[in-house]
């Protein structure tokens, strides 16, 4: 596997304590193919732990590195077979996975998971549940999707399972959903009209922290059977974020009007035509806006220190994520997450060929240039880069996806990333599946 950036996993606060009789803990994974699981496997593996994942299409991981370092177990959360084989002897099961962008109904959809996860790791003697939930204030009516990940997260605590929930907040690093709002919002809008929530205040923390938590979770006292607010060093408040981002791309500060007459839906429709984050995934997150939302307590440091060096600033975890997204090595990205509802997916009227055949065009020509080069040319095609001919025909097919809610033309990303999996075009832009799991931005 490439080298991995802090954490490892081999810290020496990090690595796995061996069982009893000397052997590996085993860790199970669900979510693994997501923004924060696709990070947190090869870290788990590097700190010494047997890996499990359960996910709904094995041949998705392919395209990760650590495909062969795991354990595989076909199935989804809701599967009760797939789950019992799933848990066996596993210590430590990390439930990265949500349905935030899954349209009507994602609350109970992810209650029904949580359920049958959590009797089948009760049924299983699994040691302990990690779950990453979302920070979020006492004593307001929530939105949908904080609401669904307070559920989740007292059904896993009332599980008999020691759980530990982390609730994050907003997740800066590269190939976040909220950094890839931020950081388009930013780049795009000289001037913003905005909606009232910019003022409010927010604890963004990194997506490096949000791992060192994940994996110093596994090590906590058998005891302990609660919830935790996770966060950085900074509070700020959103249009502080955007002008901090600002800074740090090299780009002059934005003047930030705020509005009160933007609602959720509105508001979604405005970012989905401004970047690349589509509106089913856009409305949750502004929703989850609409109050402040900042750690209540630092219990979790009695519980798991913070990383040596401290936690990092914000300004600090964006200028991380800049350097991975120009030098095109971003690990994951939400894309990495499911998005359904969007209009290239396939609908129920569509006729069984319909997108599930490739035909394929051979043709071979031979190049005396590098492999790398090449490749890097292939991997480019669609998105922002059009394609061969006809780029105004390429533009207006993403701009009519835009009008529809889809990605549009932003998706694709750098040629790198392109070549992560398999990629098929759609409405002017670039869409790959994969399971629902976590698009990295935290309650948002």
């Known amino acids: 596997m490439s080298e991995l950036t802090t954490p490892t996993g081999r810290e020496e606060a990090l690595v796995a304590v061996p069982r009893a009789d000397g052997t590996a803990p085993r860790a199970l994974v669900l979510g693994a193919t ?7 496997v090869p870290r788990l593996v590097a700190a010494g732990y047997r890996v499990r994942v359960l996910v709904r299409d094995p041949a998705r991981l392919a395209a990760f590195e650590w495909a062969d370092a795991v354990d595989v177990v076909e199935g989804a959360a809701t599967d009760t077979a797939a789950l019992e084989r799933a848990c066996a002897d596993v210590d430590v ?31 299983a003697s699994v040691r302990r549940i990690v779950y990453l939930g979302g920070l979020h204030p006492e004593g307001v009516p929530l939105s949908p999707h904080l609401r669904s990940r307070v559920e989740v997260g007292e059904t896993f605590l009332q599980s008999g399972v020691p759980t530990l929930e982390l609730q994050a907040g907003v997740v800066i690093g590269s190939g976040s959903a909220s950094f890839e709002m ?52 900074d509070v700020l408040r959103y249009g502080q974020m955007m002008n901090g981002y600002a800074v740090e791309a090299g780009l002059p500060q934005r003047p930030i009007a705020a509005l009160p007459v933007l609602t959720p839906g509105l508001a979604s429709h405005w970012v989905n035509v401004v970047t690349p984050v589509p509106r089913a995934i856009a409305r ?5 806006l609409q109050h402040d939302c900042v750690m209540d307590d630092h219990d979790v ?4 220190p913070p990383p040596d060096g401290g936690l990092t600033p914000y300004r600090r975890a964006v200028a991380l994520a800049l350097g991975r997204v120009e030098a095109d090595t971003v690990e994951t990205s939400w894309q990495d997450a499911e998005v359904t509802g969007i209009p290239s997916d396939p609908l129920p009227s569509d006729p069984e060929w319909a997108g599930r055949t490739v035909f394929t065009d051979v043709r071979v020509a031979r190049t005396p240039a590098p492999v790398e080069d090449l490749w890097a040319v292939i991997a480019g095609i669609g998105g922002v880069n059009g394609w ?26 750098a040629a790198g990333r392109g070549s992560r999996s398999a990629t098929s075009s759609t409405s002017g832009g670039s869409r790959r599946s994969s399971p629902t799991s976590s698009c990295g931005c935290g309650p948002r």
């Open 284 to 288: 949750p997150l502004i929703a989850s």
């Open 301 to 304: 440091d009695a519980l798991i």
């Open 388 to 413: 061969y001919s006809a780029p105004v025909l390429w533009a207006i097919r993403g701009w009519m996806d835009r009008l529809v809610g889809g990605v549009g033309l932003s998706r694709a990303g």
């Open 182 to 233: 931020i950081r388009h919002l930013t780049d795009v809008l000289p001037y913003m009209p905005a909606p009232k929530w910019v003022r409010n205040r927010i604890q963004p923390i990194a997506v490096r922290d949000v791992l060192h938590y994940l994996l110093g979770a596994a090590r906590v006292a058998p005891d302990v059977n609660r919830a935790v607010d996770i966060g950085g060093p």
């Open 34 to 40: 997501g923004y924060i699981g696709g990070r947190l």
């Open 93 to 123: 099961l990390y439930y990265l996975i949500h349905s935030m962008g899954q349209g009507a109904g994602f609350e109970r959809a992810d209650l029904v998971a949580a359920r049958a996860v959590a009797s089948a790791a009760s049924a």
